[in-house]
T-cell receptor, first 114, second 111 residues
Framework: DTGVSQDPRHKITKRGQNVTFRCDPISEHNRLYWYRQTLGQGPEFLTY????????KSRLLSDRFSAERPKGSFSTLEIQRTEQGDSAMYLC????????????FGSGTRLTVV | ELKVEQNPLFLSMQEGKNYTIYCNYSTTSDRLYWYRQDPGKSLESLFVLLSNGAVKQEGRLMASLDTKARLSTLHITAAVHDLSATYFCAPLRAGADGLTFGKGTHLIIQP
């Protein structure tokens, strides 16, 4: 197991386009989280899954943001009708249920909206 | 709402010196995590502090947690250039699902 994988590493898109990012967590981790990090700030929690159930989504930034984890393995984060303010690093993390060993973060997807 | 304040936000220090980064938070939290981030990279886990009074050390870094004071510290001993990075603390509020991060402490260690 090579840790948490995110794809793509970089994405440049035009304003108004839809984008989708993928995250593959550590295989034995049943929790998966999405965060957004803007320049000079700490990561901001967006949503999380326990297995395939999305247990928290009120922190998603707007209704343009959605996430899925259909089979309890990989997850996707979609942003519809992108805006320049969506430019940021999108980080995925995974953990065991109690997170006593912490959360393992992926390398992130850097989104630039032009 | 949990608020996290790190001090200082920026620190430039010389190799060989000692320094402490402070992390204050506003709401009772059972545990706290410290992460390191290099420019353009993701977050590397440093310490997981699971209870009041927890102290953990790894190399030149030592972290502690005082849940009653709502304070965690990250102490750097005899700093070396390789420790230059941004350090984040992230308490986990009781009953919460996601971490709340501070703004980070940007640390530069000069020869």
């Amino acid at each position: 197991d090579t840790g948490v994988s995110q794809d793509p590493r970089h994405k440049i898109t035009k304003r108004g386009q839809n984008v989708t990012f993928r995250c593959d967590p550590i295989s034995e981790h049943n929790r998966l989280y999405w965060y957004r990090q803007t320049l000079g700030q700490g990561p901001e929690f967006l949503t999380y899954f326990q297995n395939e159930a999305q247990l928290e989504k009120s922190r998603l930034l707007s209704d343009r943001f959605s996430a899925e984890r259909p089979k309890g393995s990989f997850s996707t984060l979609e942003i519809q009708r992108t805006e320049q303010g969506d430019s940021a690093m999108y980080l995925c993390a995974s953990s065991l249920l109690a997170a006593v060993n912490g959360y393992t973060f992926g390398s992130g997807t850097r989104l630039t909206v032009v | 709402e949990l608020k996290v304040e790190q001090n200082p936000l920026f620190l430039s220090m010389q190799e060989g010196k000692n320094y402490t980064i402070y992390c204050n938070y506003s709401t009772t939290s059972d545990r706290l995590y410290w992460y390191r981030q290099d420019p353009g990279k993701s977050l590397e886990s440093l310490f997981v502090l699971l209870s009041n009074g927890a102290v953990k050390q790894e190399g030149r870094l030592m972290a502690s947690l005082d849940t009653k004071a709502r304070l965690s510290t990250l102490h750097i001993t005899a700093a070396v250039h390789d420790l230059s990075a941004t350090y984040f603390c992230a308490p986990l509020r009781a009953g919460a699902d996601g971490l709340t991060f501070g703004k980070g402490t940007h640390l530069i260690i000069q020869p």
